[in-house]
């Protein structure tokens, strides 16, 4: 390389979903938004939230790639971020030491961020109860970073093992957090809502007794199955 690369590359811009269409989505969990794209789109099951009772939040994903043991690009995406971001950091899910901490999060929650989603670890976990803003992460360890960069803000990553974009949105609660694409939000709302509504129609009618469903009543009769002694 020739020349050293900037310390960081930012964005300017990126276009945002539909509030009306976050709205929707309160209604979900996670596990409906994720059959609503065909089973996936939760990130890896190690990265979870770190605090009792701030599990849950729907937002909008602010990216930023820090890299292994750095936070300069995250601390920049606190300062460019609007209300109901969601800081997602690219980290390479590098656990020796923690990227963010309770003053990163205090300024997260000043900017009225919805939550922090770390792909790596925290710190502070005594300073990040008392914020109280939501924080997805692999882990909590003393360890600190450094802030020398190079790093991006605003461009797509790379976040347990799903790839996000600015302005995808990220719904989290206490099974996880899973990132809806803008492209797709419209056409996953509608089958959110679908799929909670039938969801509701089955439970009802398990409380009533069911123990099978009526298709697996259908395969037990068939020419499908063999009963052996």
Not at 26 to 46: K, S
Not at 80 to 102: E, H, L, N, Q, Y
Not at 176 to 195: C, D, K, N, T
Request: proline share 6%.
């Amino acid at each position: 390389m020739l020349t050293d690369p900037p310390l960081l590359v930012i964005a300017k811009s990126w276009p945002r979903p539909d509030a009306g269409l976050l709205k929707r989505l309160e209604i979900a969990q996670t596990g409906h938004v994720c059959d609503a794209m065909d089973g996936r789109g939760a990130l890896d099951p190690a990265i979870k939230a770190l605090l009792a009772g701030r599990e849950r939040f729907i937002g909008t994903a602010l990216t930023c790639a820090c890299g292994p043991s750095d936070n300069l690009a995250i601390i920049a995406a606190v300062a460019r971020a609007k209300p109901g971001d969601v800081i997602v950091a690219a980290a390479d899910g590098f656990a020796g030491t923690a990227v963010v901490g309770d003053i990163v999060a205090m300024m997260a929650q000043n900017a009225k961020c919805s939550a922090i989603v770390i792909d790596g670890m925290a710190r502070d976990l005594i300073g990040l109860e008392g914020v109280g803003l939501p924080i997805y992460a692999r882990g909590i360890t003393p360890n600190s970073c450094v802030r020398s960069g190079p790093g991006t803000v605003g461009q797509p990553v790379v976040c347990g093992g799903v790839p996000v974009a600015s302005g995808d949105v990220v719904v989290a609660d206490r099974d996880g957090a899973v990132v809806i694409p803008q492209a797709r939000l419209a056409e996953v709302v509608a089958r959110v809502e679908a799929i909670v509504a039938a969801e509701a129609e089955t439970i009802a009618k398990v409380k009533t007794g069911w123990t099978s469903f009526p298709f697996m009543d259908e395969l037990l009769a068939s020419d499908r199955v063999r009963f052996e002694d």
